[in-house]
């Protein structure tokens, strides 16, 4: 996995609430057995009409949007499945950052799997990034995983709270997998132990 | 010792690893695959020369994408689906998995095979790359779903990294009335709760109302846990819980069966347990209920109406103002005035066969509204034989309904069970979110039985008056 690196980026605002893996990625686009090539369905169903043409007032769509690396989304973001397909269309169209004030559990783990970053901010905090965010291409913000700090094109610095794990992990881009096999020796002895005390597992 | 909630108990029993900061590798007793969150995954083992830890406890079939008619066993027509089940059916081949393939009576949808089979025990952690493994925290077997990256970490380590939830109780006391189910139950809570309400959390559901649920019943209403946003939801195991898992074919036996009873029947939450949240509904307060939104917390009772969007606060009003414009319905409508055109019933929600039954009893006799699309589309093969050996296949057909094959068909519409453009069904799964039944599809979520009252009348319909 690539390492994280500081974000300086255009952020577009979705304030909507709930905004579910089912819109984020529509299940028609789960019959792959790749992970890449998502992002242009990324939001299918508001993005496009059924004729494959851009719906012109969906935020991802204007101009000033369509090279965004940053998320201002409304509470609950990535309710719903546990798709991974989620965060790998995120990914693919770009997107490293996302803010809300809240995200559902699979989603929210998903997203440290892929490099991506999801900051949970209280209310009035997003509010202000959202008000940023609806500026349009002009308004960068800037996001720095190290000092766990996001600013708005106007300097105004919000600090986020991210597990001490989870963000090594992203700033070393390191894989889960290879990290746990550095424990297998634990993992052979809890299974020798649990053999004996739950043999009918 | 300090007193424990079952959710402590199950995962101490589990940790193989903590680290300083808390993170624990937590052991695996079952993983569940399907071919659509799975091809990924043995696809990253292969590149990076790994195999899968303990396939003797991973346990794999398709499901999502299946066609749910006679044909699919010669051909599956779709070629990106069948793509998808030649994968689940080659990897599961090549790495060894417990396999159900699409041909196999026991074949279903991942969470009714898993109990089924006996695969799924009290006290067991149970993870599957899809978010109603919550299903199976009926058994008190702590299971939650997980994204394609830990199906990948789960195959090769048989652990998951995880950091301790908090512990939420929702206790429903007293008894149901007549007409409400489990399916009104789990949808009260989210309505009370919100879809977020329950991130972050554990929820054990007790209390009177729910331990008179049959193991039907409790699975139902752990099957939308993660609606509510928690991960996992489970119910401590009991003699109803002992007695459906006897006897099942992986379920232990003699000795080993008296050795698990022992564990078992320690599986409860202490007295003095600690809540970090609890929620307290009146089983008598509950009606049989339906969502009119996009959002399985837009729920009321079915003698409700369609409320506004001003009377929702924050982003919720735009979220209903939304919602009701998707769903084509107009404030101050009454719930049960809304015609509907389709009516499905199945999923891992309501596919089993006391489902069935339910919604079998109120149709026997009758006939669906004319012109009206209706289908029931068993949990598994095992439950559609169980239905037609006790009648229930038969009532269906006489009402107009089509007696499908077992999958989860309409419950996300990925195989050809879709509804058109401005369809309206009445559905027994669990997600009434936009496009979630097919392209502008709109879906009302209901119990089996309110479900079968729908079809008779052909509006949404308080199953009360028919019975
Ligand atoms: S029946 Fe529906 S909710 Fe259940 S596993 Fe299948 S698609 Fe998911």
Avoid at chain 1, 97 to 110: E, G, K, L, P, R
Avoid at chain 2, 172 to 184: E, F, S
Wanted: aromatic share 6%; net charge negative.
């Amino acid at each position: 996995m690539n390492k994280f690196e500081k974000v300086s980026g255009i952020a577009a605002p979705m304030p909507l609430v709930n905004i579910d893996t089912d819109m984020i990625i529509p299940k028609i686009f789960l019959k792959t057995i790749k992970r890449s090539g998502l992002g242009v369905n990324l939001f299918d169903e508001m993005r496009y009409d059924r004729q494959g043409n851009e719906n012109p007032d969906f935020v991802l769509n204007k101009p000033a949007y369509r090279e965004a690396e940053i998320l201002i989304a409304g509470d609950n973001f990535g309710c719903g499945s546990s798709r991974e397909h989620a965060p790998w269309a995120l990914a693919d169209f770009g997107i490293k950052v996302i803010v809300s004030t809240s995200f559902a559990d699979i989603f929210y783990n998903n997203c440290f799997k892929n490099g991506m970053l999801p900051i949970i901010l209280p209310q009035e905090q997003v509010d202000v990034l959202m008000k940023d965010a609806e500026k349009g291409a002009n308004a960068r913000m800037e996001v720095d995983l190290e000092k766990q700090t996001i600013s708005t094109s106007e300097g105004e610095t919000f600090s986020f709270d991210i597990d001490p794990f989870r963000k090594h992990c992203l700033l070393e881009g390191l894989d889960d997998i290879g990290l746990t096999f550095e424990k297998v020796a634990e993992i052979d002895a809890f299974e020798a132990r649990a053999a004996q005390a739950r043999p009918w597992v | 010792m300090s007193p424990k909630t079952l959710y402590d108990k199950i995962w101490d029993a589990h940790v193989a690893h903590e680290a300083e900061d808390g993170t624990c590798l937590l052991y695996i007793d079952r993983h569940l695959v399907h071919e659509v969150t799975s091809p990924q995954a043995f696809e990253g083992l292969r590149m990076a020369n790994r195999t899968v830890r303990a396939p003797d406890k991973t346990i794999a079939v398709p499901d999502h994408n299946v066609p749910t008619t006679g044909d699919r066993n010669a051909v599956i027509e779709n070629e990106e689906s069948r793509i998808q089940v030649e994968a689940l059916d080659r990897n599961a081949k090549d790495f060894g998995l417990i396999y159900y393939p699409v041909n196999d009576v026991r074949q279903g949808i991942v969470h009714i095979v898993g109990p089924e089979q006996g695969w799924t025990l009290p006290g067991m952690t149970v993870v599957c790359g899809d978010s109603h493994t919550a299903t199976h925290g009926a058994f008190g077997a702590l299971a939650h779903g997980i994204g394609t990256s830990e199906v990948e970490h789960v195959l090769a380590t048989q652990t998951l990294i995880q950091k301790k939830s908090k512990n939420m109780k929702v206790e429903i006391t007293g008894k149901l009335r007549p007409g409400v189910t489990a399916k009104d139950i789990t949808l009260s809570v989210i309505g009370a709760t919100g879809t977020a309400g329950g991130t972050g959390y554990v929820i054990e559901y007790c209390g009177e109302a729910i331990r008179d649920l049959s193991m039907e019943g409790r699975m139902t209403v752990c099957n939308m846990a993660i609606e509510g946003g928690a991960r996992a939801g489970l119910i401590a195991p009991d003699e109803t819980t002992f007695d459906y898992v006897k006897g099942r074919a992986h379920a232990p036996k003699g000795a080993q069966w008296e050795a698990a009873m022992d564990w078992w029947k320690t599986l409860y939450s202490d007295d003095d347990a600690q809540w970090d949240k609890v929620i307290t509904i009146k089983g008598e307060d509950i009606a049989p209920v339906v969502t009119w939104g996009t959002s399985p917390e837009d729920v009321l009772p079915i003698d409700a109406v369609v409320p506004a969007p001003e009377t929702f606060n924050g982003g919720k009003a735009e979220a209903a103002r939304r919602a009701i414009e998707y769903m084509g319905l107009t404030p101050g409508q009454k719930l049960s005035d809304i015609e509907i055109d389709t009516v499905f019933i199945g999923s891992c929600t309501n596919g089993r066969i006391e489902d069935l039954r339910a919604a079998a009893a109120i149709l026997k006799g009758k006939k669906i509204k004319d012109g009206l699309r209706a289908m029931v589309v068993p949990g598994s093969g095992l439950v559609r034989a169980q239905a037609e050996e006790e009648g229930l296949a038969r009532i269906f057909q006489d009402a107009g309904f089509e007696w499908r094959l077992a999958g989860c068909s309409m419950c996300l519409a990925m195989n050809p069970d879709q509804l058109s453009e401005g369809e309206r069904c009445a559905s027994t799964s669990n997600r009434n979110f936009e496009g979630r039944q097919g392209y502008k599809g709109r879906t009302h979520l209901v119990s089996p039985a309110m479900a079968a009252a729908a079809a008779v009348t052909g509006r949404l319909t308080d199953v009360r008056e028919m019975m």
